[in-house]
Structure formats: C-alpha cells, structure tokens
Nanobody, 115 residues
Framework: HVQVAESGGGLVQPGGSLRLSCLAS????????ITWSRQRPGKDHELVAR?????????NYADSVKGRFTISRDNLKKTVYLQMTSLNSEDTGVYYC???????WGQGTQVTVSS
C-alpha cells in the first residue's frame, strides 16, 4: 500500500525557517522522484520542488522559492525533506508530498507564516 505522510508544519514568524518531512512506505523509495507542492489560500496549486530518484542529484524549484527552499532525501529513512528559510506570508499554505509515478498525495501539513 503506497503511502506518504507529511509532518513538520506549524506557525513561524516572517524570516523564520521550518523543515518539512515526508515519510514514505509501500514502494521502493529510492526508485522514484518525489515532489513537494502547496496550496495557498486563493491561489492555484503550485509545484514547489522536485528531487530525482536515486541519490537525488537533480533538483528543481519553483521560481517563488528558489534560493530559499532546499529539497533533499534520505533513502535509508525513506524520507524526503523540504528545508524552508526566509519564510514570508506568501508561503502560508498546506504543503503536500507527492509521488508523481503513483499520483498519490499525503494529507498535507499546514504552514502559517505570521507575526
């Protein structure tokens, strides 16, 4: 049973940082690209970052987060991380971990950037 579960969201002040985690199960984790996406209030769903299968040497980011967010993976732990820095109010939303090959999503984790 293919599953992913996000965690690590919360309330953070502008300029702060958070690290999101995505724990996967039910498939050979290292064989697949993983993505993070987000749903912000009143805006279209947005692909935030993608990391390639294997050792994750290829990463891609949305222009809106480039230079502030870093995606990484630990295949032994079957976990993908999204390190988010210099957060601002525009980053508020629900963040989802996705496995494009299986078209599955987790339940999401809420990130709120507010003073």
């Amino acid at each position: 049973h293919v599953q992913v579960a996000e965690s690590g969201g919360g309330l953070v002040q502008p300029g702060g940082s958070l690290r999101l985690s995505c724990l996967a199960s039910g498939f050979i984790f290292s064989n697949y690209d993983i993505t993070w996406s987000r749903q912000r209030p009143g805006k279209d769903h947005e692909l935030v970052a993608r990391i390639s299968a294997g050792n994750g040497v290829v990463t891609n980011y949305a222009d809106s987060v480039k230079g502030r967010f870093t995606i990484s993976r630990d295949n032994l732990k079957k976990t993908v991380y999204l390190q988010m820095t210099s957060l601002n109010s525009e980053d508020t939303g629900v963040y989802y971990c996705n496995v494009p090959a299986f078209k599955i999503w987790g339940q999401g984790t809420q990130v709120t950037v507010s003073s």
